[in-house]
């Protein structure tokens, strides 16, 4: 599946007509086989970094040099010293506002005036929360900033994330949820995706693009028997 996402971000970073294409990473654990993928041979020299711009999609309240932070796990993963232009969301300070400026300056906006994501990479944890959009936390009820901090009594901390309006907003979201640890909660969100309000009980199900492609990335361990 890493390989499969790698070949597809590798034709995404030559599409024609695109002189700066602007990704949001995920953080967690599933997505470090995707960036080490891309930090290495052959993939290292088939992507086109040149025109892509690295953002997070949320990161935890530690300074880039910890061991939990999504910034340090991406660089560390690309090899990405001089490679791109990455750039860290500092949850630490908690100014979600100097981050929501930076993406009015740095990506392209849509119509409504919101940053156009390119494309947005997600997981999903066991309970149905992706980035850091947690079940019954206020973040999931904003819908004015597009970068907030967020209160998370689940870990008992807070973390920096998007909100529903700037990941609806995407031109392409994949949710990554590949392996056995995934099946039973991919289950779930598939079977209540049609309910109303699920996303209070699953967050990844507010994540329904307005006019972008959503695809979730499932593989033989964590997709449902119907599916396969
Ligand atoms: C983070 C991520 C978070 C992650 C899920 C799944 O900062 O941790 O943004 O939303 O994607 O918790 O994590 P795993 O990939 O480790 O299962």
């Known amino acids: 599946m890493a390989v499969r996402a790698a070949e597809r971000l590798v034709l995404l970073s030559s599409e024609p007509k695109r002189d700066s294409i ?3 990473l995920s953080g967690g654990n599933t997505p470090k086989l995707l960036y080490g993928l891309l930090g290495n041979e052959p993939f290292r020299q088939q992507v086109r970094w040149q025109r892509l711009e690295f953002f997070f999609g949320d990161e935890r309240a530690v300074p880039p040099d910890h061991p ?5 796990m991406v ?3 690309l090899s990405a010293e001089g490679l791109a ?5 500092k949850a630490d300070t908690g100014d979600s506002a100097a981050y929501q400026e930076l993406l009015r300056r740095r990506v392209a906006t849509s119509r409504r005036g919101i940053p156009l994501f390119d494309l947005i990479l997600l997981g999903i ?3 149905g929360h992706t980035a850091s959009l947690f079940p ?4 999931l009820e904003e819908r004015e900033n597009w970068v907030v901090m967020n209160e998370v009594p689940q870990l008992g901390t807070r973390r920096m994330t998007f909100t529903y309006p700037l990941l609806n907003e995407a031109r392409l979201v994949w949710v990554l949820a590949p392996g056995r640890e995934k099946k039973e909660i991919v289950k779930e969100c598939l079977a209540a995706r049609s309910l109303e309000g699920s996303e209070e009980r699953w967050p990844v199900l507010g994540v329904r693009p307005e006019a972008g492609e959503l695809i979730w990335w499932l593989d033989r361990d964590s997709a ?3 599916l396969l």
């Open 85 to 89: 232009k990455i750039h860290p969301m």
């Open 136 to 139: 019954g936390t206020a973040a």
């Open 22 to 24: 602007a990704i949001a």
């Open 75 to 77: 660089r560390r993963a």
């Open 125 to 127: 944890g066991r309970d």
């Open 224 to 226: 449902p028997g119907h």
């Open 68 to 72: 939990d932070s999504n910034y340090g």
